[in-house]
């Protein structure tokens, strides 16, 4: 049984080893996107926004908070007409 030792413990070694490779893959590749957040919203687009492309979303889609800037630039004219 002790010559079968060293053959054991050279498979559990390997998986490691794999495991750990795998597990160094997945974050180079998370950092890769961390790196283009805008090129992965363009590649991912479609798979969100059912088919879309990602130069034919709207500033809205692209931009939740557009619609509160759009609400506030609104506003601000409002009261700028009731002031004058």
């Given at each position: 049984?002790?010559?079968?030792?060293p053959i054991?413990?050279d498979?559990?070694?390997?998986r490691?080893?794999f495991?750990?490779?795998?597990?160094?893959a997945a974050l180079?590749?998370q950092a890769?996107?961390?790196?283009?957040p805008?090129?992965a919203?363009?590649?991912?687009a479609p798979?969100y926004?059912?088919?879309t492309?990602?130069s034919q979303?709207?500033?809205?889609?692209l931009?939740?908070?557009?619609?509160l800037l759009?609400?506030w630039?609104?506003?601000?004219?409002?009261?700028?007409?009731?002031?004058?």
């Open positions: 049984m002790s010559s079968k030792d054991v413990r498979a559990v070694e390997m490691l080893v495991a750990l490779l795998l597990l160094m180079i590749i890769c996107t961390a790196f283009d805008q090129g919203a363009i590649h991912q798979n926004y059912n088919g492309q990602y979303l709207s500033a809205e889609q931009l939740p908070e557009y619609r759009v609400d630039n609104h506003i601000k004219s409002v009261l700028q007409i009731a002031n004058s």
